[in-house]
Structure formats: structure tokens, C-alpha cells
């Protein structure tokens, strides 16, 4: 099986090759150059694995959260190569690929992936390995970090990961039981990493039609008006 995965949700683009079980990615940091540097580098990726488009058995789809223009980018780039090839397509998101990248180091740790989400909110999520498989303890959600769900059994390593450890940390720590084994708080999505749950999905047939691929952008606001961020500024004493 041959696999392509995008992800554009952050700051980091990555394109990566799955082929019967061999990852090739290119990964670059590039701020607010997706659209122009993904058309460069997925013909650079399929060159170097020696393969064509049409050879592709399905595509991933990196679908946020992160930056909404992030989010759209990807989920179009890649919505448009499925359709001009017919192929199916699976969406896996941000966080779920952060998580998938802690678990592969302790699969028996809880992976807590956060990404800043601006607006003094963050992404956060919560994963578990199970036979073999990345999977969701609770929904991904978004929020304050000192009011944001957490799992209600947080038992074993904790393993966090992502920008939104950077930007909250200490309102995050605060509301967990034991400090986490590791805290990443550079780690940004791969899109290698998003074949740890799509592979599965692929082969339990799971995948669907590129006109059902829909981002995950966990809520529907940009930014904060003028009062909000005064309101904001108010309550942090500045």
C-alpha cells in the first residue's frame, strides 16, 4: 500500500510517503509559506521515492486544529489531488499526530498534546496506545488552560507535547497530578506521524470520499475583538 500524508495545520508543513511499511517525509518550518513551498516540496518527496501520483493507493490529510489558514490549506491541497486522482482519504488531526509521536517512545504512557490556540486558549487532547492503535481518551477540545477538561483517570507516565506546553505551562501543570515524564514544548505535527492511526483506517476500510474530508478547527473564532482583548489585558493586571 502506498499512502501520502499532508499536514499544513502549523507552523510546520510535512509531506510524507508511507510504502508497505517504509516512511520517506520532508518536514520544514515555514511560518506562512505553505501554499507556496508544499507544491515544491510533495514532486521533490515523490522523486526522491521514485513513485507518481497515480500510484498513490490513498492520501492523509492533516485536519487541525492549528492555524485556520494553516487548516485550509491542507485540507484543499490535499481534497483537490483526491479528486483529480479518485482516491480515498483519510483525515487524522494535529494533536492526534503529536500523540502518536510521544506514544511511539512509551506506548504505555497517556500522551497529552497541546497546541497555543491564541486567545489565552489552547488545543488539548488526550491519547492512549492500545493494540497499537492511537486512540482518543476523551474528544479534543479547546479552552483556557487552567478550566480545560482533563482525563479523569490520568494514571501512568504522562508524556505532553506541542507549542501549547510553551505558551501555558504553568496553568497546565498545575491541574495534573504528577509532573509529566516528558514536556516537549516545541513539538509540532508530523505528518509521518499521522500513519500510526490512517494505515488502520486504510485497512478496515475505513476511508473516505475527498468530499467528506472537513477540518477540525475545534471552534469557529479567529480572534478577539477589540473589547474582548482589553477585557483580557483588565484581568492580567496590565
Not at 148 to 174: D, F, K, N, Q, V
Amino acid at each position: 500500500m502506498k499512502l501520502l500524508a499532508i499536514d499544513t495545520a502549523t507552523e510546520a508543513c510535512s509531506v510524507a510517503l508511507w510504502q508497505d511499511g517504509a516512511i520517506l517525509e520532508t518536514f520544514e518550518v515555514l511560518g506562512r509559506t505553505h501554499s507556496v513551498q508544499l507544491p515544491l516540496m510533495l514532486p521533490a518527496l515523490l522523486a526522491e521515492a521514485g513513485i507518481k501520483l497515480a500510484q498513490l493507493d490513498g492520501l492523509v490529510c492533516g485536519i487541525g486544529p492549528g492555524s485556520f489558514a494553516g487548516v485550509r490549506i491542507g485540507v484543499s491541497f490535499v481534497k483537490g489531488l483526491a479528486l483529480g486522482l479518485d482516491r480515498p482519504v483519510v483525515g487524522v488531526t494535529s494533536l492526534a499526530m503529536l500523540a502518536a509521536a510521544q506514544l511511539a517512545e512509551n506506548p504505555d504512557a497517556l500522551a497529552l498534546p497541546a497546541i497555543d490556540a491564541r486567545m489565552d486558549e489552547v488545543y488539548l487532547g488526550a491519547y492512549r496506545s492500545r493494540d497499537g492503535a492511537i486512540v482518543a481518551v476523551q474528544d479534543d477540545a479547546v479552552g483556557p488552560a487552567g478550566t480545560i477538561e482533563l482525563p479523569a483517570a490520568l494514571a501512568g507516565p504522562i508524556r505532553a507535547a506541542g507549542t501549547g506546553w510553551s505558551a501555558h505551562r504553568e496553568a497546565l501543570l498545575a491541574r495534573l497530578p504528577q509532573t509529566p515524564v516528558v514536556v516537549d514544548d516545541t513539538a509540532l505535527p508530523h505528518a509521518a506521524a499521522a500513519f500510526r492511526t490512517a494505515v488502520q483506517r486504510f485497512e478496515r476500510g475505513e476511508a473516505g470520499d475527498a468530499a467528506q474530508l472537513v477540518p477540525a478547527y475545534l471552534r469557529n473564532r479567529v480572534a478577539l475583538t477589540q473589547r474582548e482583548q482589553q477585557a483580557l489585558r483588565d484581568s492580567r493586571g496590565r
